[in-house]
């Protein structure tokens, strides 16, 4: 059973697009088309405006915290073709950078794993995807991965910095060979994988199985299972899960989880990788998990904005 433990009233003047707990989830992040960033203290169940963060000239789409051990860092992405890296020094949030290296819309915004450094991934209506990394002295270079969706990329998702397989295999003495790697998704109904190579980013691979635009992509955590897992939903209505038992990372299978009735916006993992959390058009955030034959059932819905909830008993489910 799943409970609503919070709810928040922003006081934010148009739709809110997006809201991010920071790593030890003390902190809420949300952003909106009325231009605004807000952070807030939930801690013990409060709701505390810290910040009200305004730098961004159209509607802001996405944020994402920084891990911690870089500071309280807040990026965040807009149709004002920004992406603003926020930075909280002695109690006030600061603008700490600004990239406006894109011609059109900035859709997403992801954190690369920490074990890599400080490297955000930025998908853009432009169709290119943008790496922007800090150096140690305060700078940040920039890589650019021209036409990477043709028409436009609306999300970007890290892939974890765990080498598949590493829990059983025995340990090395070596340092594992960590390969940076993240999936895209975009306007052409493509996913793609991309994997750095000799400091330069190639595509690694293509999935192709959505009939509409990719709206979100979500790379699974992982505790070093040999099974990598993307999951991704679209303008079609319908949710894919991919897997990839290769180490080489070659052969990706999808599965169908669901076909909604409606767009399908965003889907987002479980810290442990067992739920998958699914919102869209139709309002409803829906948690769906795997059962022990590989079959993935809904365990509970949620009506955005209303705080009900239900669980759906198998009987529902087949109606579904």
């Known amino acids: 059973m799943v409970s609503v433990i919070n709810t928040v009233d922003t006081s934010h003047e148009d739709m809110i697009h997006d809201a991010q707990m920071d790593y030890y989830g003390m902190r809420l992040a949300t952003c909106s088309s009325d ?10 169940g409060g709701q505390i405006l810290i910040a009200d963060l305004r730098g961004h000239e159209g509607p802001v789409w996405q944020v994402a915290w920084a891990h911690p ?8 992405c807009s149709y004002d073709r920004k992406v603003i890296i926020w930075k909280e020094e002695n109690g ?27 490297i955000l991934a930025c998908g853009s209506s432009d169709g290119a995807i943008s790496l922007l990394s800090c150096s140690g002295d305060g700078t940040w270079e920039v890589k650019k991965i021209s036409n990477a969706h043709t028409i436009g990329c609306n999300a970007v998702s890290w892939a974890p910095a765990v080498v598949p397989g590493s829990l059983i295999e025995p340990p090395s003495s070596q340092k594992p060979n960590y390969i940076k790697r993240f999936a895209s998704g975009g306007c052409d109904n493509l996913i793609k994988i991309w994997k750095e190579e000799d400091g330069q980013w190639k595509e690694e691979q293509k999935l192709e199985a959505h009939s ?60 442990t990788a067992n739920i998958l959390a699914v919102s869209g058009g139709d309002n409803k955030v829906t948690l769906w998990k795997e059962s022990v034959d590989g079959q993935w059932a809904c365990i509970s819905d949620v009506n955005k904005g209303q705080g009900a909830v239900s669980a759906i008993t198998e009987g529902q489910q087949n109606e579904q």
């Not at 231009?35 to 013990?44: M, T, W």
């Not at 051990?69 to 965040?76: K, Q």
């Not at 990239?99 to 690369?112: L, P």
């Open 212 to 271: 509409d635009w990719v709206r979100d992509v979500a790379w699974a955590p992982s505790i070093g299972l040999p099974t990598s897992t993307i999951a991704s939903c679209s303008q079609d209505g319908r949710v894919f899960i991919w897997m990839c038992d290769d180490p080489s990372g070659n052969s990706w299978s999808p599965k169908l989880l669901h076909k909604f009735n409606d767009v399908v916006w965003h889907v987002s993992w479980s810290i």
């Open 35 to 44: 231009r605004s960033v807000k952070i807030f203290d939930v801690r013990n």
């Open 69 to 76: 051990m870089y500071g309280n860092i807040l990026a965040s």
């Open 92 to 118: 006030t949030w600061e603008k700490a950078h600004e990239y406006t290296g894109h011609d059109s819309s900035v859709n997403s915004v992801c954190w690369a794993p920490q074990d890599f450094g400080l």
